[in-house]
């Protein structure tokens, strides 16, 4: 199993508070990436992370910030937590992207609850 | 904007059956698609790449087929075992990876 662990499992926090969650890899992958799952969507891309500070926003960004000042770990931040921020997050990691034979290696998962 | 289906979102089969489960795509320019396991409050694991020069995979019981030019992939799985229950997602690799919503299979002994 790919090196990927994401802090904490489970967190629960009330609208209005900042939550970082952590997601740590040893396998000095390139690209790095946060992902949310809520039922009915599959999951979705946050933000990725292409290098040390090279971040770019996925289609469900807002209300997200990221940092990855190490190749090893890569920061979400919510600002301002709200309700339909209750979701499952996932860290993935892949080596590259747009490769044919790319694919990428997911943590186990922070599950959310904004009360 | 690349979109990706699944059908059915769910499926219940008894064991030693066999079984498809199919995913569609709208847009043909991928560098592959895989198909994923992931077991209840786990992450994803990888089970099968096609590159997108390839036509299909095998690694034991699952065998993947992979038609760009309709936009479309079959996961067949032989005789399936209840250990096989999970959720089965599809993804496509663009200038991102982008993913299904998955079929909830339940095998049943």
């Known amino acids: 199993d790919a090196g990927i662990t994401q802090s904490p499992r489970h967190k629960v926090t009330e609208t209005g508070t900042p939550v970082t969650l952590r997601c740590h890899q040893t396998?000095?992958?390139?690209?790095m990436y946060w992902y949310r799952q809520d039922p009915g969507h599959g999951l979705r891309l946050i933000h990725y992370?292409?290098?040390?500070?090279?971040?770019d926003k996925g289609e469900v960004s807002d209300g997200y910030s990221v940092s990855r000042s190490k190749t090893e770990d890569f920061l979400l931040t919510l600002e301002s937590a709200t309700s339909s921020q209750t979701s499952v997050y996932f860290c993935?990691?892949?080596?590259?992207?747009?490769?044919?034979?790319?694919?990428?290696?997911f943590g186990p998962g922070t599950r959310l609850l904004v009360l | 904007k690349q979109e990706v289906t699944q059908i059915p979102a769910a499926l219940s089969v008894p064991e030693g059956e066999n079984l498809v489960l199919n995913c569609s795509f709208t847009?043909?320019?991928?560098?592959?698609l895989q198909w994923f396991r992931q077991d209840p409050g786990k992450g994803l694991t990888s089970l099968l790449l096609?590159?997108?020069?390839?036509r299909e995979q095998t690694s034991g019981r699952l065998n993947a087929s992979l038609d760009k030019s309709s936009g479309r992939s079959t996961l067949y799985i032989a005789a399936s075992q209840p250990g096989d229950s999970a959720t089965y997602l599809c993804?496509?690799?663009?200038?991102?990876?982008?993913f299904g919503t998955g079929t909830s299979l339940t095998v049943i002994p």
């Open positions: 847009d043909s320019a991928i560098y592959n």
């Open positions: 993804a496509v690799t663009g200038n991102q990876f982008y």
């Open positions: 993935a990691i892949s080596e590259s992207i747009a490769e044919t034979q790319e694919t990428q290696y």
């Open positions: 096609i590159q997108s020069s390839q």
């Open positions: 992370s292409y290098g040390v500070k090279d971040t």
């Open positions: 396998e000095n992958h390139r690209y």
